[in-house]
């Protein structure tokens, strides 16, 4: 059904097309350097609509490796129906063309609304990802709180590059990427909504907020961390306020109102009107959605084994461990959270809809560097105003709707299995010593895993960037391909020769690498389909019948949702998988190792992340034995 950071779209039957979200609208605050920003972003191109034939080519090829033979041959009819001179394709190709010329992106709008605003299970585990950082080395709520401040410190020095637009701009293959992600991060919070969700960013406001929210022990506070000359508070100024906070914040058994964060939206959107309608409870909300970001200092989390305490900070950050643990010390709604544990473990969530995981990332490794630094100014920090602890009004209906949500959130966190490993023998470095693609060959192995698991191959989501294009998000990389196919099929069987799976296996990886640089050049299938279908709804014209499709349906159910989000930091970002039967699979390909995050849900008995992260270690190192059993000169 979705894919992680793309959240595709079946069986849709409404869009929001016509609605202009706020957030992509980009008015320059005074505070920023003249244009700087806005003169990069206009000189990106636009997103590309595909050529239709090409598409609707590329669609049959894509479906090969998953729909048998009876289920192709009915596709490719209905294709050839879709696309022959004159059609409903044409028709609906010639209304996209017209939408590009007269957006800054065709698809962007429409995908914010679908892929997420629209998107209404809980954004807990269904949609925001966690990030795991390494363990840092406290175990005490001083080293908890010593590291919080330098990590808020971290985090202001990072905004005054947004603020001053001098974020270096990033590149992909030489080509500038487009920086607009950054600039919808901080300061902003996702809202629900009875039927759709929408999002406000507080930074492009007159005022913009000069205060962050915490939370500890259930306990929200608004922590103003400017001066009033407009200088960041010092390391030492912010312990000491997160002293305050703390001190504050001891009742143990506060209701956890964040946990309302974790529901389905639809019952949060309700919720959210009941809670709201107190004037204390508005105040606290909105405090809360205009913070720059939200910390989380957390309490206690289970004790497990060493090897057990990557996959159970993983946890921590996807849902907070249930409602015994940490999952109502979160607002989930918030773009950004920063959640920092007594015992070392630390990290984030953030909320997908304003950014995908790189820009996120690329802030976080400024954090961490940041608090590897020495503490500089040290000032006087006794005379700053207290902390403003936001207070809740509970009233039964409340109580209900946090009981209720405590219930959800357990029954999903003790659905979620989620396996954390860090993969030692090797990183980028084999691949690349092979000349080959690392990711490819990582996504080669990723297939190769799953057919030793279950003797098929799965339609396969990997995300790749568009941020080539002006506000490009993702498109979907189709891992699982003809090439992979033959690949996986001929590897464990005995009597193919090893030059013989050396051939087919760069074949598999070289087949991968095209389809990612097709995709981040805007000519992958996904997103074109998709606004072919938007835009027959737009039209009010009937779907087209390759959208009606069971091999449509099948090529969407993501088996294995995936993504690569490379960090300078030894870290990793994990999330749930997308459909009820599958896989979700981050990981981190440092130059000698990789980390990985797997999760499956318990209740499908077929999957199982700790079997698939087994398969996929051992998928690795039999693919790296055969590149070395084969001779030097055919590599
Ligand atoms: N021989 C030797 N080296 C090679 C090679 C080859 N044939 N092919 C690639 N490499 C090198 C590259 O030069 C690069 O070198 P570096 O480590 O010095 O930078 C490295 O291997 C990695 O390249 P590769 O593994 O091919 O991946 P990539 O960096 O091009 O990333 C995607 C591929 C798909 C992950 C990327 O294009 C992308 O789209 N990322 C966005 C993901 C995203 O948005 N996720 C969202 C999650 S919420």
């Known amino acids: 059904m979705w894919g992680i950071c793309s959240r595709t779209v079946v069986g849709m039957a409404k869009t929001g097309g016509s609605v202009r979200p706020q957030h992509l609208v980009k008015p320059v605050s005074a505070t920023r350097v003249a244009g700087r920003y806005l003169s990069h972003q206009k000189g990106l191109p636009c997103l590309p609509v595909p050529p239709l034939q090409q598409t609707c080519e590329r669609y049959v090829t894509a479906l090969e490796p998953i729909a ?134 507080h930074a492009k406001s007159s005022q913009p907020p000069k205060h962050i929210s915490v939370t500890h022990n259930f306990q929200f506070f608004q922590l103003d961390v400017y001066n009033s000359d407009g200088t960041p508070l010092t390391e030492d100024q912010l312990r000491h306020q997160l002293e305050r906070i703390c001190s504050a914040s001891q009742e143990m058994n506060a209701e956890p109102v964040g946990i309302l964060t974790t529901q389905h939206r639809d019952s949060w959107g309700e919720a959210y009107l009941r809670l709201i309608k107190d004037k204390t409870n508005k105040e606290s909300v909105a405090a809360i959605q205009k913070s720059i970001f939200t910390l989380c200092l957390d309490g206690a989390t289970p004790e497990v084994t060493q090897e057990m305490s990557r996959s159970c900070a993983a946890v921590q950050m996807l849902h907070g461990g249930g409602s015994r643990w940490n999952s109502g010390n979160r607002w989930f709604d918030k773009t950004l959270q920063f959640i920092v544990g007594e015992d070392g473990t630390c990290g984030a969530n953030y909320e997908h809809a304003p950014a995908e995981g790189p820009p996120i990332v690329a802030l976080i490794d400024h954090v961490v560097e940041y608090t590897r630094k020495p503490e500089t100014a040290r000032s006087p920090a006794a005379s700053l105003p207290t902390p403003r602890k936001l207070h809740f009004n509970i009233t039964p209906e409340i109580k209900s709707d946090i009981e209720e949500a405590k219930r959800s959130i357990d029954t999903l966190a003790g659905d979620l299995d989620i396996k954390v490993i860090v993969f030692s023998h090797f990183g980028k470095n084999v691949p690349k010593a092979h000349k080959m693609s690392p990711d490819a060959f990582i996504q080669v192995a990723l297939q190769l895993a799953f057919y030793r698991l279950y003797r098929r191959c799965c339609a396969t989501y990997e995300s790749a960037s568009l941020r080539m294009y002006r ?38 990886v070289k087949a991968h690498r095209s389809y990612t640089n097709m ?108 590149l070395e059993r084969a001779p030097r000169a055919k590599l």
């Open 519 to 626: 995709a981040i050049n805007g000519q992958a299938i996904d997103r074109h389909l998709l606004g072919l279908k938007l835009q027959a709804i737009e039209e009010k014209l009937s779907i087209p019948e390759i959208f009606k499709d069971s091999v449509y349906t099948k090529a969407l159910h993501y088996q294995l949702s995936t993504s690569q989000v490379p960090s300078k930091t030894d870290c990793v970002m994990c999330f749930g998988p997308v459909v009820p039967d599958g896989y979700g699979v981050c990981y981190n390909p440092m130059n000698d190792h990789i980390n990985f995050a797997m999760s499956s849900f318990n209740t499908c008995e077929e999957t199982d992340a700790g079997r698939l992260a087994q398969a996929v270690e051992g998928a690795l190192m039999d693919m790296r034995a055969a």
């Open 471 to 508: 506000l490009g998000r993702t498109d979907t990389i189709r891992s699982a391909s003809s090439a992979s196919a033959s690949f996986v099929k001929a590897f464990d069987n005995p009597s193919t020769q090893n030059m013989e799976k050396v051939d087919l296996m760069e074949k598999a």
């Open 68 to 201: 048998d033979a009876d289920e192709l041959m009915h596709t490719k009819k209905l294709v050839e129906e879709f696309q022959k001179a004159g059609g409903l394709g044409e028709r609906l190709q010639k209304g996209l063309e017209k939408r590009a010329r007269s957006t800054e992106n065709w698809l962007s709008e429409w995908w914010v609304q679908l892929a997420y605003l629209e998107y209404r299970m809980p954004v807990v585990v269904h949609s925001s990802p966690g990030l795991v950082l390494p363990r840092m080395d406290f175990n005490d709520k001083l080293g908890q709180i010593r590291f919080a401040a330098k990590l808020i410190a971290g985090v202001l020095d990072f905004k005054t590059m947004i603020d001053n637009e001098t974020l270096p701009v990033e590149n992909m293959g030489g080509k500038p990427l487009c920086m607009n992600q950054y600039y919808e991060v901080l300061s902003s919070c996702r809202i629900p909504g009875l039927k759709r969700d929408s999002i406000v960013n």
